[in-house]
């Protein structure tokens, strides 16, 4: 597939690099493309634009960018770019200010998640959340002792998910579809609960995983 990434911080990146890794063609999107020299030197396949170019490139786009600039961010994009196509959706609203006793602040509420805000914003693309709840470190083929992690998404499109689970089982994941767009509300605040042991015990290598 051709994947669109729009951002260049660690997410993006290691999204990227696994896209790559499984045969995809991707390229990243960012404002300043001089930042990514660096990386695209050890990613010789990947190409660099700007959002737009990027959005324009990709069958399915990535959104990896600070949670609140992402409606920002799609508009520089463009509504038009990211029409008909998945986006997979891996921000989260943390809003400034410290953890306070390990727990983010979210800028949003119990019943309006971020990824709601944006699908109002852009009716003809379709988000999927996916991959918020994890480090990235952890987001490609990671190995853990209990076996492949469980990635909660959800959204509106099941031909969106049905291409998001395809990827998740490229890279190591189960999926887990936990519905429509409003599950959003749930699935963002696991960020919370994905950091407090790194927060409180620097304890950063781990993931979910859903048991029947
Ligand atoms: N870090 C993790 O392990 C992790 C794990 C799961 C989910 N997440 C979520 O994934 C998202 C990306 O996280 P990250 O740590 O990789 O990167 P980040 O530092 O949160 O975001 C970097 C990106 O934000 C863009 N950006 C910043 N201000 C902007 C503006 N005013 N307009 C347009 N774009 C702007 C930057 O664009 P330029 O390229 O143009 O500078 C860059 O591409 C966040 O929402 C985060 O909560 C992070």
Redesign the pocket.
């Known amino acids: 597939m051709k994947v669109s990434v ?7 990146k290691v999204l990227a690099g696994g896209f790559l890794k499984h045969g995809h063609q991707v390229m990243m999107g ?3 493309a001089g ?1 990514l020299d660096g990386w695209a030197s050890q990613n010789p396949g990947a190409r660099v634009g700007s ?1 737009a170019d990027s959005a324009a490139f990709g069958e399915v786009v990535v959104l ?4 609140n ?2 409606l ?2 799609l508009r ?1 994009a463009g509504a038009g770019n990211l029409a008909g196509k998945p986006v997979i959706d ?3 609203p ?1 809003a400034d200010g410290p953890p306070v006793h390990g727990v983010l602040p979210f800028f949003t509420t119990h019943s309006e998640s971020l990824m709601e805000a944006l699908q109002r914003e852009f009716p003809d693309a379709q988000f999927v959340k996916c ?6 470190p952890s987001m490609i083929n990671p190995q853990f002792a209990g076996g492949p992690p469980t990635m909660f998404i959800c959204g509106n499109s099941d031909a969106a998910k049905t291409v998001v689970s395809g990827i998740l089982d490229q890279f190591g994941w189960e999926t887990a579809d936990m519905g429509q767009a409003e599950s959003a509300r749930a699935i963002e605040p696991l ?1 919370m609960l994905w950091c407090v042991p790194g927060f409180i015990r620097n304890d950063w290598v781990h993931a979910f995983k859903l048991l029947r």
Request: glycine share 16%; aromatic share 6%; net charge positive.
């Open positions: 729009l951002g260049s911080g660690d997410v993006g960012t404002r300043s930042k959002f990896a960018v600070k949670g600039i992402a920002d961010a520089l891996a921000t989260n943390i991959f918020n709840s994890v480090g990235a960020c």
